[in-house]
């Protein structure tokens, strides 16, 4: 916040003193121009699991030799750093000094003035913010705090043959795993999942599939909200997280899981290099519409989820006296909670039966409603009801019909690839993670 004090005072006088407006045009144009402050980056932005799946060469990790992939296959020299990582990453005053001076010629080449002027202003930058206090102020609280932001932070620092993952159940906590160990697990643990399938197809091939896909089930209405073309890339890649169960950190062999056949690194689906994501939210928003609008045992807020479930375990239609189990023949009580992994049922559903079921969702919801559109409005809470006029093309709103529901949520389940680098695989349930839905 103090570096954008300078700033602004910096690009004022820059302005200023260009002489090929008058006074009228560069009031108007300070104006115009709006500042926004952008937070300090955390040391949880480190996380590089994304980019490394991304970067995957199965070629380059298959030339290693056994020598080199057997610590790989033990998973040895895990470390778990149990710290709150979203402790903002102090810069020195060099880097202040370069992020203002880089700012304010960036901003004076976008307002065409002149780079004499500019060259000028990012020097009385520099010289400005060693002089003001706020600045100053703050310099002095981190160099008072300096020993105990180090001791926090020392192991906190990643090289370049080390990959950052956060723990799979806790967030806050990150990995530390060797680069070669990481790759090694992502493809171990692919091939050994019962949900993804090694593809023959190309990544180019892959793409080309889901393009087609998108184009003949995509309306041309909801192709354009969604900026989908056929320059988007459709492929979503795949990143794993450590369980902490399977692992235990700083062992020659932190692989510790004896189940066959685990999961023991979670596959997060990521859909992030999508345009225009916050669009698909709309989708989403309108189908939760219309499963709520529905009579479901769901529970959609864990506020009063606890009121919820008592309320309707009262109401529920239990039989008296003893219930005993089919499967183990030993005497359950009435009732009984059952709990089941979130992970597991993507996996076991296949696309085509979660197809089938949005589209009996659909006609149970026109029916008893006597509705096929949803109408989302535009804002952060995105409030939406049944009902409105598909035709309608308001800048506060978006109305969208059962059937572009059905077709948007179809093509997103055919989409049926991930990627590994360039290494496919072919997903025979849902994808974890996938933003279109949230699991309930």
């Given at each position: 916040m103090s570096c954008l004090n300078v700033f602004r005072r910096v690009l004022v006088r820059a302005v200023h003193s260009c002489s090929c407006w008058n006074d009228e045009e560069k009031s108007w144009l300070l104006s115009r121009i709006r500042l926004v402050p952008n937070g300090l980056k955390k040391h949880r932005s480190m996380c590089s699991a994304p980019l490394v799946s991304r970067q995957f060469c199965l070629e380059d990790m298959l030339s290693h030799d056994t020598d080199a992939l057997v610590p790989c296959d033990a998973a040895s020299h895990l470390v778990r750093v149990e710290k709150i990582w979203d402790v903002p990453i102090r810069p020195t005053v060099a880097e202040d000094n370069q992020v203002v001076r880089r700012a304010i010629r960036?901003?004076?080449?976008?307002?065409?003035?002149?780079?004499?002027?500019a060259d000028i202003a990012a020097q009385d930058a520099v010289r400005s913010l060693c002089q003001d206090r706020c600045y100053m102020k703050e310099q002095h609280v981190w160099h008072a705090t300096q020993n105990a932001y180090e001791d926090y932070t020392v192991d906190m620092s990643v090289n370049a043959s080390e990959v950052l993952t956060p723990d799979d159940k806790d967030k806050k906590f990150m990995w530390k795993v060797p680069l070669l160990c990481y790759q090694w697990l992502l493809f171990k643990f692919a091939m050994l999942s019962p949900a993804l399938e090694l593809s023959s197809l190309g990544l180019e091939d892959a793409e080309a599939w889901c393009q087609e896909v998108f184009r003949i089930l995509l309306p041309t209405r909801l192709k354009a909200f969604l900026k989908i073309h056929k320059y988007t890339r459709i492929v979503p890649y795949y990143y794993g997280t450590v369980k902490s169960k399977c692992f235990t950190a700083g062992q020659t062999v932190g692989h510790i899981c004896t189940k066959p056949a685990h999961s023991c690194l979670r596959k997060i689906v990521s859909f992030c290099k999508w345009p225009f994501r916050r669009r698909w939210r709309f989708i989403h928003r309108a189908w939760e519409t219309v499963v709520r609008s529905m009579d479901t045992d769901e529970v959609w807020s864990l506020k009063d989820a606890c009121h919820v479930m008592s309320s309707r375990m009262h109401v529920a239609g239990v039989s008296a006296g003893s219930c005993t189990c089919r499967r183990c023949g030993v005497e359950k009580p009435t009732s009984v909670a059952l709990t089941a992994d979130a992970g597991q049922f993507f996996e076991a559903v296949a696309p085509s039966q979660a197809i089938s079921a949005a589209e009996r969702c659909l006609s149970h919801c026109s029916t008893a409603s006597g509705h096929t559109t949803v109408t989302v409005q535009k804002g952060p809470r995105r409030t939406s009801f049944l009902g409105g006029c598909a035709g309608n093309q308001d800048t506060w709103r978006f109305v969208v019909s059962f059937s572009e529901l059905f077709l948007a949520f179809s093509a997103c389940m055919f989409v049926?690839?991930?990627?590994?680098?360039?290494?496919?695989?072919?997903?025979?349930?849902?994808?974890?993670?996938?933003?279109?839905?949230?699991p309930r």
């Open positions: 960036r901003c004076c080449h976008f307002l065409h003035i002149d780079h004499q002027i049926g690839y991930v990627s590994l680098g360039r290494t496919i695989f072919r997903l025979k349930g849902l994808p974890i993670s996938c933003y279109q839905y949230r």
